[in-house]
């Protein structure tokens, strides 16, 4: 089977949406296919739609968001998508934005099931929006326990930047070399 797709990247949401998180992955597609690479982005969103967008296809679906739009909570269908678009793709690199713990928990895990290595691309790992303490640190313990599975199940982990290394190395306990 021949692959349509040389790198698919997944993450929670992905321009237009403006964000530091949205433009990175942007700009990581954009330099893969402008290196003759074929590109599928897919991610979560406000809406359904497909593009072709400065060389690269890409899809979003819609997702339930939370907090103002910022939170997607993924459901069946995206995880359908997720499946098809790696079996089709069978040597395709996968690359996982690890943004909002529970869009990078569906991907990895679908990675897992379908034996199918990946690269994080670790922008931040902890991202609570809850103002009450108490959740707050519910939200804190149930990210940190997904998050170790994220990045334990990575065959390489790219961190953003300094700070985010350290933090992986420290509350992660995962050494990036």
Known sequence: MK???????ISHFFYPRVGGLENMAFG???????AGLNVFAIHAGETDFKYYLEGFAGESIKT???FNNSYPITGLRFIYKIIKLLRSNPDATVLIH??????????????????????????????NYFKNKLFNKIGEIFESIFSQ???????????VSKT??????????????
Do not use: W
């Open 149 to 159: 599975f994220v990045v334990g199940k990575a065959e390489k982990i790219i961190a």
């Open 28 to 34: 990581i597609a954009k330099s893969l296919q402008k």
């Open 98 to 127: 690890d943004r909002h713990v529970l869009s990078s928990v569906v991907a990895s895990f679908i990675c897992f099931v379908l034996n199918k290595p990946y690269i994080l691309i670790s922008h931040t790992t902890n991202s």
């Open 64 to 66: 339930i968001n939370l």
């Open 164 to 177: 985010k290394a350290k933090y992986l190395e420290n509350n992660i306990k995962f050494d990036l070399e």
């Open 3 to 9: 692959n349509k797709y040389d790198i698919i990247t």
